[in-house]
């Protein structure tokens, strides 16, 4: 495969809906009323998913493109302190950061000045195709739990 490829692909696996949905069918007719409801079987409530999913996507994207980027501390940093948004222009917030956040992962991904086998200066091994994987698979599965709970939640109504 060469570099060029590759670069399309990792942007495929972070946008495109070729195994699962994508963040935006996933958040995007999730109901309002619901963003802070905990549910039995279900670990976290929808805002507690999408936060996690924001932050950490952001953390990857930083730590991938800035030395002097500090993660915040594990576990505790990356879930939202609240079950609930404070309201739902919150939520907005956070998606629009999400998709900001991740349009910047594929920039960095496709931009070919950028080495995706080279170690990242500041890391321990890491490099931007590591990341790039890491990331999609962990949005794949926080995206399956989030898809899960909107479905256990609309069997309430």
């Known amino acids: 495969m060469n570099d060029e490829k590759l670069r399309k692909h990792l942007v495929t696996m972070l946008t495109k809906p070729d195994a699962h949905l994508t963040f935006d069918k996933a958040v995007g007719d999730f109901p309002s009323k619901y963003y802070g409801t905990a549910i039995e079987g279900h670990a976290h409530t929808a805002w507690q998913l999408l936060e996690h999913l924001r932050i950490c996507q952001w953390d990857i994207l930083e730590f991938s493109r800035d030395a002097n980027h500090v993660s915040?501390?594990?576990?505790?940093?990356?879930?939202?302190?609240?079950?609930?948004?404070?309201?739902?222009?919150?939520?907005?917030?956070?998606?629009?950061?999400?998709?900001?956040?991740?349009?910047?992962?594929?920039?960095?991904i496709s931009d070919k000045s950028n080495d995706l086998f080279a170690k990242i200066p500041h890391g321990d091994g890491q490099t931007l195709l590591r990341e790039a994987l890491v990331l999609a698979k962990h949005n794949s599965y926080h995206l399956g739990q989030l898809v899960m709970l909107k479905k256990a939640l609309r069997r309430l109504k």
């Open 72 to 108: 915040p501390a594990f576990p505790k940093g990356y879930w939202p302190e609240k079950a609930a948004p404070p309201n739902d222009k919150a939520w907005r917030e956070s998606v629009d950061r999400f998709n900001d956040d991740l349009k910047e992962m594929c920039d960095l």
